[in-house]
Protein backbone atom coordinates (compact mmCIF):
# COMPACT_ATOMS: atom_id res chain seq x y z
CA UNK A 1 0.00 0.00 0.00
CA UNK A 2 1.24 3.18 -1.08
CA UNK A 3 0.91 6.06 2.21
CA UNK A 4 -0.86 9.32 1.76
CA UNK A 5 2.71 10.79 2.53
CA UNK A 6 4.38 8.79 -0.33
CA UNK A 7 1.31 9.93 -2.40
CA UNK A 8 1.85 13.77 -1.83
CA UNK A 9 5.21 13.51 -2.47
CA UNK A 10 4.92 12.12 -5.73
CA UNK A 11 2.15 14.56 -6.82
CA UNK A 12 4.17 16.96 -5.68
CA UNK A 13 7.32 15.89 -7.24
CA UNK A 14 5.33 15.43 -10.99
CA UNK A 15 4.22 18.92 -10.75
CA UNK A 16 7.75 20.14 -10.44
CA UNK A 17 8.71 18.26 -13.15
CA UNK A 18 5.64 19.30 -15.87
CA UNK A 19 6.30 22.81 -14.52
CA UNK A 20 10.13 22.59 -15.24
CA UNK A 21 9.33 21.22 -18.52
CA UNK A 22 7.20 24.37 -19.66
CA UNK A 23 9.27 26.76 -18.34
CA UNK A 24 12.38 25.23 -20.69
CA UNK A 25 9.72 24.65 -23.82
CA UNK A 26 8.40 28.62 -23.18
CA UNK A 27 12.01 29.52 -22.54
CA UNK A 28 13.17 28.26 -25.88
CA UNK A 29 10.09 29.41 -27.74
CA UNK A 30 11.02 32.90 -26.51
CA UNK A 31 14.69 32.55 -27.26
CA UNK A 32 13.68 31.81 -30.82
CA UNK A 33 11.10 34.91 -31.20
CA UNK A 34 14.19 36.70 -30.05
CA UNK A 35 16.29 35.42 -32.32
CA UNK A 36 14.65 36.05 -35.07
CA UNK A 37 14.04 39.29 -34.50
CA UNK A 38 17.77 39.64 -34.51
CA UNK A 39 18.35 37.51 -37.12
CA UNK A 40 15.75 40.10 -39.22
CA UNK A 41 16.88 43.30 -38.09
CA UNK A 42 21.28 42.66 -38.00
CA UNK A 43 23.86 40.78 -39.63
CA UNK A 44 25.17 38.54 -37.80
CA UNK A 45 28.42 39.25 -39.80
CA UNK A 46 29.08 42.70 -40.71
CA UNK A 47 30.22 43.55 -44.55
CA UNK A 48 33.84 42.93 -45.14
CA UNK A 49 33.94 40.55 -42.42
CA UNK A 50 33.85 40.38 -38.58
CA UNK A 51 37.28 41.94 -36.73
CA UNK A 52 39.19 39.68 -35.22
CA UNK A 53 38.85 39.40 -31.09
CA UNK A 54 40.97 37.38 -28.57
CA UNK A 55 39.02 35.26 -26.98
CA UNK A 56 39.68 32.58 -24.23
CA UNK A 57 38.48 28.62 -24.28
CA UNK A 58 38.85 26.41 -21.45
CA UNK A 59 40.36 23.13 -22.63
CA UNK A 60 39.46 20.12 -20.45
CA UNK A 61 42.67 17.78 -20.08
CA UNK A 62 41.24 14.19 -19.63
CA UNK A 63 45.08 13.01 -17.85
CA UNK A 64 44.18 15.07 -14.84
CA UNK A 65 40.70 16.35 -14.95
CA UNK A 66 42.15 19.80 -15.53
CA UNK A 67 40.69 22.70 -17.21
CA UNK A 68 43.24 24.97 -19.01
CA UNK A 69 43.09 28.28 -20.69
CA UNK A 70 43.78 28.23 -24.26
CA UNK A 71 43.93 32.09 -26.70
CA UNK A 72 42.37 32.32 -30.01
CA UNK A 73 41.81 35.01 -32.70
CA UNK A 74 38.37 34.77 -34.03
CA UNK A 75 36.04 37.01 -36.63
CA UNK A 76 33.58 37.40 -33.67
CA UNK A 77 30.02 38.91 -34.69
CA UNK A 78 28.44 41.82 -32.73
CA UNK A 79 25.31 39.76 -31.96
CA UNK A 80 26.05 38.18 -27.94
CA UNK A 81 23.84 34.65 -29.05
CA UNK A 82 25.86 34.27 -32.34
CA UNK A 83 29.14 35.21 -30.18
CA UNK A 84 28.54 32.90 -28.22
CA UNK A 85 27.72 30.22 -30.76
CA UNK A 86 31.09 30.74 -32.41
CA UNK A 87 32.89 30.52 -28.56
CA UNK A 88 31.28 27.24 -28.46
CA UNK A 89 31.87 25.38 -31.88
CA UNK A 90 35.05 26.36 -31.77
CA UNK A 91 35.47 24.86 -28.63
CA UNK A 92 34.45 21.92 -29.81
CA UNK A 93 35.84 21.72 -32.87
CA UNK A 94 39.27 21.18 -30.90
CA UNK A 95 37.99 18.42 -29.15
CA UNK A 96 38.78 16.83 -33.05
CA UNK A 97 42.07 18.14 -33.15
CA UNK A 98 44.71 15.52 -33.89
CA UNK A 99 46.35 15.95 -30.40
CA UNK A 100 43.08 16.75 -28.56
CA UNK A 101 43.56 16.29 -24.58
CA UNK A 102 40.02 16.06 -24.75
CA UNK A 103 39.25 13.60 -27.82
CA UNK A 104 35.37 13.66 -29.26
CA UNK A 105 34.63 11.96 -32.42
CA UNK A 106 32.67 14.09 -34.38
CA UNK A 107 29.98 11.69 -35.16
CA UNK A 108 29.66 11.08 -38.88
CA UNK A 109 31.80 9.30 -41.58
CA UNK A 110 32.97 12.35 -43.49
CA UNK A 111 35.08 15.03 -41.83
CA UNK A 112 33.81 17.67 -44.86
CA UNK A 113 30.22 16.78 -44.00
CA UNK A 114 30.98 17.55 -40.61
CA UNK A 115 32.63 21.36 -41.31
CA UNK A 116 29.41 21.88 -43.83
CA UNK A 117 26.79 20.92 -41.27
CA UNK A 118 27.12 22.97 -38.23
CA UNK A 119 24.81 20.27 -36.40
CA UNK A 120 27.56 17.91 -36.54
CA UNK A 121 30.04 20.09 -34.60
CA UNK A 122 27.75 20.23 -31.73
CA UNK A 123 25.87 23.21 -31.50
CA UNK A 124 22.76 23.57 -32.81
CA UNK A 125 22.07 26.84 -31.17
CA UNK A 126 22.62 29.02 -27.71
CA UNK A 127 20.35 31.09 -26.33
CA UNK A 128 20.63 33.85 -23.94
CA UNK A 129 17.90 35.59 -22.10
CA UNK A 130 17.59 37.49 -18.85
CA UNK A 131 17.98 35.06 -15.55
CA UNK A 132 14.34 33.58 -14.82
CA UNK A 133 13.19 35.83 -11.50
CA UNK A 134 11.30 34.06 -8.78
CA UNK A 135 7.89 36.32 -8.12
CA UNK A 136 8.68 38.91 -5.15
CA UNK A 137 12.49 38.85 -5.39
CA UNK A 138 14.77 41.20 -6.08
CA UNK A 139 16.42 41.36 -9.80
CA UNK A 140 19.70 39.29 -10.17
CA UNK A 141 21.00 40.43 -13.01
CA UNK A 142 22.70 38.54 -15.34
CA UNK A 143 22.21 36.13 -18.52
CA UNK A 144 21.24 32.73 -18.85
CA UNK A 145 22.67 30.57 -21.45
CA UNK A 146 20.77 27.45 -23.15
CA UNK A 147 23.24 25.46 -24.91
CA UNK A 148 21.09 23.26 -27.13
CA UNK A 149 23.44 20.63 -28.39
CA UNK A 150 23.06 18.31 -31.76
CA UNK A 151 22.15 14.53 -30.48
CA UNK A 152 25.15 13.51 -33.33
CA UNK A 153 27.59 15.28 -30.92
CA UNK A 154 25.72 13.16 -27.68
CA UNK A 155 25.98 10.11 -29.19
CA UNK A 156 29.37 10.28 -30.13
CA UNK A 157 30.72 11.70 -26.46
CA UNK A 158 32.45 9.21 -24.47
CA UNK A 159 30.69 8.12 -21.26
CA UNK A 160 31.51 8.50 -18.17
CA UNK A 161 31.23 10.87 -15.64
CA UNK A 162 34.50 12.76 -15.95
CA UNK A 163 34.61 13.27 -19.58
CA UNK A 164 31.09 14.72 -19.84
CA UNK A 165 31.74 16.88 -16.49
CA UNK A 166 34.91 18.09 -18.43
CA UNK A 167 32.91 19.06 -21.24
CA UNK A 168 30.50 20.56 -19.65
CA UNK A 169 32.24 22.46 -17.22
CA UNK A 170 34.62 23.93 -20.43
CA UNK A 171 31.41 24.93 -22.12
CA UNK A 172 29.88 27.11 -19.23
CA UNK A 173 33.43 28.49 -17.84
CA UNK A 174 34.24 29.11 -21.75
CA UNK A 175 30.77 31.12 -22.44
CA UNK A 176 31.46 32.79 -19.00
CA UNK A 177 34.81 33.96 -20.12
CA UNK A 178 34.21 35.83 -22.45
CA UNK A 179 31.00 36.92 -21.60
CA UNK A 180 30.79 37.91 -18.03
CA UNK A 181 26.79 38.18 -18.19
CA UNK A 182 26.18 34.89 -18.58
CA UNK A 183 25.79 33.64 -15.11
CA UNK A 184 23.75 30.46 -14.99
CA UNK A 185 23.82 27.82 -17.91
CA UNK A 186 21.25 25.12 -19.44
CA UNK A 187 21.89 22.16 -21.52
CA UNK A 188 19.12 20.65 -24.03
CA UNK A 189 19.82 17.90 -26.88
CA UNK A 190 17.93 18.31 -30.43
CA UNK A 191 15.84 21.06 -28.33
CA UNK A 192 14.96 18.36 -25.87
CA UNK A 193 15.52 18.02 -21.88
CA UNK A 194 17.40 14.48 -21.47
CA UNK A 195 18.76 13.27 -18.22
CA UNK A 196 22.10 13.09 -18.57
CA UNK A 197 24.94 13.56 -21.89
CA UNK A 198 26.07 10.30 -22.36
CA UNK A 199 24.90 8.34 -18.94
CA UNK A 200 26.28 10.32 -16.54
CA UNK A 201 26.39 14.07 -15.95
CA UNK A 202 23.51 15.80 -15.08
CA UNK A 203 21.75 17.60 -17.96
CA UNK A 204 18.57 18.57 -16.35
CA UNK A 205 20.07 21.16 -13.73
CA UNK A 206 21.11 24.63 -13.98
CA UNK A 207 24.62 24.83 -13.53
CA UNK A 208 26.26 28.25 -12.34
CA UNK A 209 29.11 29.99 -13.67
CA UNK A 210 30.86 30.56 -10.31
CA UNK A 211 31.30 26.25 -9.92
CA UNK A 212 33.71 26.28 -13.07
CA UNK A 213 37.27 28.08 -12.63
CA UNK A 214 40.41 26.94 -15.11
CA UNK A 215 42.74 24.67 -12.97
CA UNK A 216 45.49 22.20 -13.09
CA UNK A 217 47.33 19.66 -11.03
Do not use: C
Not at 63 to 82: H, Y
Not at 132 to 150: E, R
Request: net charge negative.
Amino acid sequence: MISRAQRILFTVMLIAAVAMAAFLIRLRERAQDRLLVVQDSVPLIEPGGSPLENVSLLIPNDTDGSLLPAQRSLPMPKDESARARVLLETLLESFREPHSTHPIADGTSSGANSLANSSTLGINEVYLMPLPQPKGSTPTPGLMAVVDLSAAFAAAHPSGIEPETLTLLAIIGTLHANIPAVTQVRFLVDGHQVETLAGHADLTRTYLASETEPTGR
